[in-house]
């Protein structure tokens, strides 16, 4: 069974050039440009079967992705390992199933969180984000930022008051 190295991973996904869909690479970017010890990012357009292997090194994930139902400005969950199926598509990876892909595959568990930002605008194709969707990436960062420093990740949910918007 493998061991996992006690850092963190940021896994931000999404299609910079669909507008919104951007905002989970744009966290995972400014989170890298803090340079958190400990902390390392990634970013892709979608979630694979090849990130189970990726995210099997490390004591902690956080996926971030944009969220287009949720409540401004973003939550930040806990997650569980969904079922390990995978479909012919490459859209039908969810964080749930690339954890139990983790734990089928290759015996590890790591603690894992969902973090969805509100986003408004898919339709384009341009990349930049929408006024709101630059607001609750803020948001989002400002928790997260402050998560990692700390070293403890806290939930949040759209309900609670949140210091910086």
Same mark, same amino acid.
């Given at each position: 069974?493998?061991?996992?190295?006690?850092?963190?991973?940021?896994?931000?996904?999404?299609?910079?050039?669909?507008?919104?869909?951007?905002?989970?690479?744009?966290?995972?970017?400014?989170?890298?440009?803090?340079?958190?010890?400990?902390v390392d990012t990634d970013s892709d357009y979608?979630?694979?079967?090849?990130?189970?292997?990726?995210?099997? #090194?490390?004591? *902690? /994930?956080? =996926?971030?992705?944009?969220?287009? !139902?949720?409540?401004?400005?973003?939550? &930040?969950?806990?997650?569980?390992? #969904?079922?390990? *199926? /995978?479909? =012919?598509?490459?859209?039908?990876? !969810?964080?749930?199933?690339?954890?139990? &892909?983790?734990?089928?595959?290759? #015996?590890?568990? *790591?603690?894992?969180?969902?973090?969805?930002?509100?986003?408004?605008?898919?339709?384009?194709?341009?990349?930049?984000?929408?006024?709101k969707a630059q607001t609750n990436l803020a948001?989002?960062?400002?928790?997260?930022?402050?998560?990692?420093?700390?070293?403890?990740?806290?939930?949040?949910?759209?309900?609670?008051?949140?210091?910086?918007?």
């Amino acid at each position: 069974m493998k061991t996992n190295n006690g850092k963190i991973l940021l896994v931000g996904y999404g299609n910079p050039g669909r507008t919104d869909d951007g905002l989970g690479p744009r966290l995972a970017d400014y989170i890298e440009n803090l340079g958190i010890k400990g902390v390392d990012t990634d970013s892709d357009y979608q979630l694979t079967v090849e990130h189970a292997h990726d995210i099997s #090194g490390y004591k *902690t /994930v956080i =996926f971030a992705d944009a969220d287009t !139902s949720c409540r401004p400005p973003f939550y &930040l969950k806990q997650l569980e390992p #969904g079922r390990a *199926t /995978v479909s =012919f598509s490459s859209h039908s990876v !969810s964080p749930g199933c690339v954890l139990a &892909l983790q734990k089928e595959l290759f #015996g590890t568990v *790591t603690e894992s969180w969902l973090l969805g930002i509100r986003g408004y605008d898919f339709d384009e194709f341009c990349e930049h984000l929408t006024e709101k969707a630059q607001t609750n990436l803020a948001a989002a960062a400002s928790h997260l930022e402050n998560c990692l420093s700390d070293g403890v990740i806290t939930e949040f949910h759209p309900t609670e008051k949140l210091g910086v918007m």
